[in-house]
């Protein structure tokens, strides 16, 4: 009987998620990420959005979600890709992220949603500090799906302090 071995930290002491956690991989241009399931709300299919004045390039705009305003961001954008056009597979995913010790509601419109699973066995792995296309903090780790490299996103990086204080105004300190 083989015991798994401990995960050593990621550089600045975080670390590596956990490969027993479910995923919801999605598609951004020609790679795939995974959300941790338990950021995940919801998928929703897109609708049309509302642009307020003065929001960053990266916030589509805002949809009403029962009732509510929820602030959209635009995965490609946040990535440094330009904007896509919305096809039949676009999906908004509705995320909770951590800010200022509570969860702050916010979609994510991503290219496509694939599905929810874990990942392959082989392991997650550190993500590389050079030579990736995104800032490294916002990368939790590297795992396979299906034997195809799958980026495993840290939403709580993925979104600066300012798009999180313009998702949650209500905030304290924001």
């Known amino acids: 009987m083989s015991l798994p ?11 590596l998620p956990s490969p027993d956690r479910s995923y919801v991989t999605v ?13 995940v709300r919801e998928v929703l299919d897109p609708q049309p959005f509302t642009r307020l004045p003065d929001m960053p390039p990266s916030v589509r705009g805002v949809i009403d979600v029962r009732g509510q305003s929820l602030p959209v961001f635009d995965l490609r954008v946040k990535f440094g890709l330009p904007p896509g056009e919305q096809t039949a597979h676009t999906r908004v995913v509705v995320l909770e992220v951590p800010f200022a010790g509570q969860p702050v509601v916010l979609g994510a419109l991503t290219d496509r949603v694939f599905e929810v699973t ?6 997650i792995e550190r993500p590389a500090e050079l030579g990736m296309r995104w800032r490294s903090e916002a990368v939790a780790g590297l795992g396979r799906r299906h034997g195809r490299l799958v980026i495993i996103l840290d ?15 209500d905030v304290p300190g924001s």
């Open 5 to 15: 071995l401990p995960v050593p930290p990621r550089s600045g002491g975080a670390a």
């Open 27 to 39: 598609g951004v241009d020609q790679e795939v990420f995974a959300l941790d399931v338990g950021h």
């Open 118 to 123: 874990a990942l392959d066995d082989t392991g």
């Open 155 to 169: 939403v709580a990086h993925v979104f600066s302090l300012t798009d999180l204080s313009l998702a949650a105004p």
